[in-house]
DNA sequence: CGCAGGCTTGTAACCGCTTACAGAAACCGC
DNA sequence: GCGGTTTCTGTAAGCGGTTACAAGCCTGCG
């Protein structure tokens, strides 16, 4: 027999005391504990007080973990994400906090490292109510695999899944503002530094880019980056060179494109008078850079509780429709806005 | 098409296999199941691949809250952490993360936002098996107070907690260590932007730099700030200005460095020549800017971590020596050391 | 052949809580 | 005073696992 019970009353240090115990305490039955700390049923007052204060007298906590599997709700969701780094990360997690709190929902923070750990997600049935899954370097099959069955989820831009939602970033509508808005102030030549081939977010930006440039006139270059500093710098210098004839330069990401502009700087090149510069992704950096570089901006945050509040939404229709199928994935878009810094000419030189 | 499932098993989409479904399937008891599942006792081949067939089967996955219940140890460890912006966090929590998974623990995220959610503390009882708390800002009688107790738990930069371990930043000599090297630098008139008055890390390094500025013979005028970029760039417009007389700037973190250099660039101030700038925490950030920011390095991520395997450790004595105190918290000590970058001068310019 | 003792396996009692159901008590109008 | 409600309370059956204990099956040995 280990914990020695001192028999009316437990709870010393180390162990807590259960309903069981209050209901001892108040004399009453555990039911009529359970009625009062969820407060849905009717109880006489009398009851009321004599069980808040047998629980008081103990400090007696519900456990949540019991609490979870007789109601099979567990009242936190599962955060899925890959290896990330900085702002993106913490404003995600800001922004799913937010709306969880408001909810009273936890989050169970699950971060894929480069591949491995897809085991843990299905260890996270009985534990969460619900996914969000940020899996963008994920095959989805591999993902549909791995995923626990009959639980909501909600993907954050991922490839596309099908029967479930996604919330997606809408790159093209972000990459044709930024090129309209170099196109308005006067561009004609554009050079687009796009990202690597195979990455779904370069591909709808640079198609973004193609189509508002032929839109707007202007005739649209491209040359394939790989979303690090020097790709831009390569093409910065082409353009100061004259190598590459532009007077305006989109990149795929801010990195690049602080890169050209440095380069352009260096070589004297007059930015944005000469050659203006955008960039995408809005990097803290972004503002920082001198001159402050033109960007498409994400609100990270508010992506991250949109998300948030269409799992509980999910979770809710699970809830009280549990046989059909979870209301069809109607992905959902994140529109990006442009951020006009020093970089790029508001108006029309002409 | 969905997996056509004997007519012995449940489970279609929304219902999952429960560990009696695999038992009746392989026609073995659940004790059986439950051993090779668990896989400590002995079980014969014959049986452990009978049972494993029909969870396959089955796609079954235990339910890791009905686990925990019985196991009493849930394989979550809760972190409560303040109001989260920027690199900091991002950083502590990818300490925690890389510790934690190492561990098979997963991480439940809590945020206080400015006090209200302290109730959610003792929520946690059932849900983890230990705590990481970081509460700056908190009375640690409060803080105390609403602890679920028999919890194992860490504290992370908090004031002092009797009878628990707590892993606190050396403030003060890292902020002594800047002020130092400022006033080395030839500084004599040093302003400091300090964090709100009721942060306790704002305290303490305000205290450093004031020790280490007196010890120096430099004069320190402190300017409250709010660990925001604002703040820096107006106490950086002042001293352009000319309304606020410095040689230097020690600000209480990065980002109000950050925020003080820009804005004395923007008004022609040569950093660090005319004025010199000193930032804390060594966010990335920092080295990003420029000129590259001096700032005072704390390892975030090793930080979060060490917290991490401190409380598996806590949670491991406890689990076998159920009776005691939890070993007596004897505090542990970070710490930073300077990274001297370009907003400071390097040596006397006497 | 009988039996001690080691492997396997099954039965059933938990873990701490919720809740359907039924019984008790109080109240009502007639 | 009685049946019918309505309101309160208790009993006990889960939720989905783990595990102590007992029982069954072998094996080897005297």
Known sequence: MSPARPDSAPAT????????????????????????????????????TRVEDAAAQLGYVPHAGARSLSMARTGAIGVVLPDLHGEFFSELLRGMDREASTRRLGLLLTVLHD??????????????????VMAPELDPDVLARHMPRGLAAVFLACAPQVGSLNLRIDNRAGAAAAVRHLAAGGAKRIVHISGPAGNLDAQERRAGAEAAAAEAGATLSVIEGDFLEASGTMVGERVAAGTLEADAIFAANDMMAIGAMMALKRHGVAVPE????????????????????????????AMGARAVAQLAARIAGAREQPSGDASTGADEVIVPHLMVRETTRETDRG
Chains 1, 2 share one sequence.
């Open 274 to 301: 000469q050659v203006a510069v955008a960039g995408f992704d809005d990097i803290p950096l972004a503002r920082l850079v001198s001159p402050a570089l033109t960007s498409v901006a994400i609100d990270i945050a």
């Open 13 to 48: 240090r180390g162990a807590h005391a259960t309903i069981h115990d209050v209901a001892r305490v108040a004399g009453v039955s555990v039911a009529s504990v359970s009625r009062v700390f969820n407060g849905r049923d009717h109880v006489r007052a009398e009851m009321r």
């Open 115 to 132: 591949g491995r750990g897809l085991d843990t997600l299905t260890a996270l049935r009985g534990q969460v109510d619900g996914l969000v």
